[in-house]
């Protein structure tokens, strides 16, 4: 079976660029039609989508992010990562990775990692 995990410094300073890689197990991220996705939940508010990467390596991102993130994959790794630039302490969330297919139902996730952006 499929599984995610997420890696990654839990503390940003602000200005900074926060980096995540989501490491993946079980199957190939080149397979199939699947988006590989950043999600991300800031405390006390809802899921968030920021960007994704197809399996053939298509990019697509949040319009309200998109000036400040990239996502990209290496294949030889099996994973895909998340940048986010010029942080500020309102990006302080957990960020998932998670596998969406044609359906649009993301699954599965990874456990999730907290970061916090200081100011």
């Known amino acids: 079976q499929v599984q995610l995990r997420e890696s990654g410094p839990g503390l940003v300073n602000a200005s900074q660029t926060l980096s995540l890689t989501c490491t993946v197990s079980g199957g190939s991220i080149t397979a199939a039609i699947y988006y590989w996705t950043w999600i991300r939940q800031p405390p006390g508010k809802g899921l968030e989508w920021m960007g994704a990467?197809?399996?053939?390596?298509?990019?697509y991102y949040s319009p309200s992010l998109e000036s400040r993130t990239s996502v990209s994959r290496d294949t030889s790794k099996n994973q895909f990562t998340l940048q986010l630039r010029s942080v500020t302490p309102e990006d302080t969330a957990v960020y998932y990775c998670t596998r969406v297919g044609t359906s649009g139902y993301p699954h599965p996730w990874g456990q999730g990692t907290q970061v916090t952006v200081a100011s």
């Open positions: 990467i197809s399996n053939s390596g298509s990019i």
